[in-house]
């Protein structure tokens, strides 16, 4: 049987004929469903039951924090909407191994966080949190939604050198346009979605911008950013990561890699790989693995030597 949120976005695009309003109102519900709630996978029990675990209240949410690791360097781990910390478990083990500690957390309404409703803010209240206890943070990274929280908080108080972004966008125009084109919405009912996501976060478009988005408002000079997307993304296609990654110009530099989507790029060799290098040795170790800085065109490839899982 379809779930109900299934069957609300099958019945929006009907809607919409209607009353753009009502879709609009709906589709916002909708975007900003977590349910239901990502399981720990079996391969990743074993490092998820490894950490030590402690709390932090977030805008009123208790939620789960994780520490793997006693290294001098640290990096915070940023998962994506309706994730968890769980699916980090190879770039757990590979960044400990390398004398890294690595904090994380499962958002509100996410994993073995309390709450029910939960939005960026939540990312950047939780991570602030964490860098007045555990920081500095020498890397920031984000997978998916993750990744627009990363870049946000690298620009907004947190202070890092390096920021990776994995599977992600760099505004969230592009999570809400492509959350559009998924439900098929009209131009009136994608406005009224816009309209409300807006709302919800007492912002203009201007200040929404300002905040929020890093391709008109690249990172702080002294951060160097890692870009890794997949060519066959479905969930989120590369366009906004190669506008994100030609707006840092020469800070930056991207990886694009092939048939691993959007969920199994996170632990894939080439993005263990290019992680590890550029966390521990910059920019001379990522460009030996066959990165790409440059402009939005240039095509990156997987790593010489390293064979992307089938």
Same mark, same amino acid.
């Given at each position: 049987?379809?779930?109900?949120?299934?069957?609300?976005?099958?019945?929006?695009?009907?809607?919409?004929?209607?009353?753009?309003?009502?879709?609009?109102?709906?589709?916002?519900?909708?975007?900003?469903?977590?349910?239901?709630?990502?399981?720990?996978?079996?391969?990743?029990?074993?490092?998820?039951?490894?950490?030590?675990?402690?709390?932090?209240?977030?805008?009123?949410?208790?939620?789960?924090?994780?520490?793997?690791?006693?290294?001098?360097?640290?990096?915070?781990?940023?998962?994506?909407?309706?994730?968890?910390?769980?699916?980090?478990?190879?770039?757990?083990?590979?960044?400990?191994?390398?004398?890294?500690?690595?904090?994380?957390?499962?958002?509100?309404?996410?994993?073995?966080?309390?709450?029910? +409703?939960? %939005?960026? $803010?939540?990312?950047? =209240?939780?991570?602030?949190? #964490? @860098? *007045?206890?555990? !920081?500095?943070?020498?890397?920031?990274?984000?997978?998916?939604?993750?990744?627009?929280?990363?870049?946000?908080?690298?620009?907004?108080?947190?202070?890092?050198?390096?920021?990776?972004?994995?599977?992600?966008?760099?505004?969230?125009?592009?999570?809400?346009?492509?959350?559009?084109?998924?439900?098929?919405?009209?131009?009136?009912?994608?406005?009224?979605?816009?309209?409300?996501?807006?709302?919800?976060?007492?912002?203009?478009?201007?200040?929404?911008?300002?905040?929020?988005?890093?391709?008109?408002?690249?990172?702080?000079?002294?951060?160097?950013?890692?870009?890794?997307?997949? +060519?066959? %993304?479905? $969930?989120?296609?590369? =366009?906004?990561?190669?506008? #994100? @990654? *030609?707006?840092? !110009?020469?800070?930056?530099?991207?990886?694009?890699?092939?048939?691993?989507?959007?969920?199994?790029?996170?632990?894939?060799?080439?993005?263990?790989?290019?992680?590890?290098?550029?966390?521990?040795?910059?920019?001379?170790?990522?460009?030996?693995?066959?990165?790409?800085?440059?402009?939005?065109?240039?095509?990156?490839?997987?790593?010489?030597?390293?064979?992307?899982?089938?």
């Amino acid at each position: 049987m379809p779930s109900a949120p299934l069957l609300l976005a099958r019945s929006i695009p009907s809607i919409a004929r209607v009353s753009p309003t009502l879709a609009g109102d709906l589709a916002y519900r909708l975007f900003f469903t977590t349910s239901p709630r990502m399981p720990v996978r079996t391969a990743d029990a074993p490092t998820h039951a490894d950490a030590r675990r402690g709390s932090l209240r977030v805008r009123g949410a208790e939620i789960t924090t994780y520490v793997w690791g006693a290294g001098p360097r640290t990096a915070l781990l940023l998962h994506g909407w309706r994730g968890r910390t769980s699916p980090f478990a190879p770039l757990v083990r590979e960044l400990v191994a390398e004398r890294f500690r690595v904090v994380s957390f499962d958002a509100p309404a996410h994993g073995s966080s309390r709450g029910r +409703r939960t %939005d960026i $803010r939540d990312w950047v =209240d939780a991570a602030e949190q #964490l @860098h *007045a206890t555990h !920081g500095p943070f020498d890397l920031i990274l984000g997978h998916s939604f993750g990744a627009l929280a990363a870049l946000t908080i690298a620009r907004a108080g947190v202070p890092t050198p390096a920021v990776v972004t994995i599977a992600g966008a760099a505004s969230p125009d592009a999570f809400l346009a492509q959350f559009a084109r998924d439900l098929d919405l009209d131009d009136r009912t994608a406005a009224r979605l816009a309209e409300r996501f807006r709302r919800r976060l007492d912002l203009d478009e201007t200040t929404v911008s300002a905040r929020y988005d890093a391709v008109a408002h690249p990172l702080p000079e002294g951060t160097r950013l890692l870009v890794v997307h997949d +060519r066959d %993304d479905r $969930r989120m296609p590369d =366009d906004s990561s190669l506008l #994100l @990654h *030609a707006a840092q !110009g020469a800070r930056s530099r991207l990886l694009r890699t092939d048939g691993l989507g959007h969920a199994r790029i996170l632990s894939a060799d080439p993005t263990l790989d290019a992680v590890v290098a550029f966390a521990t040795g910059g920019f001379d170790a990522v460009d030996g693995l066959g990165t790409t800085a440059g402009d939005e065109t240039s095509t990156a490839t997987r790593p010489r030597g390293v064979r992307v899982p089938g």
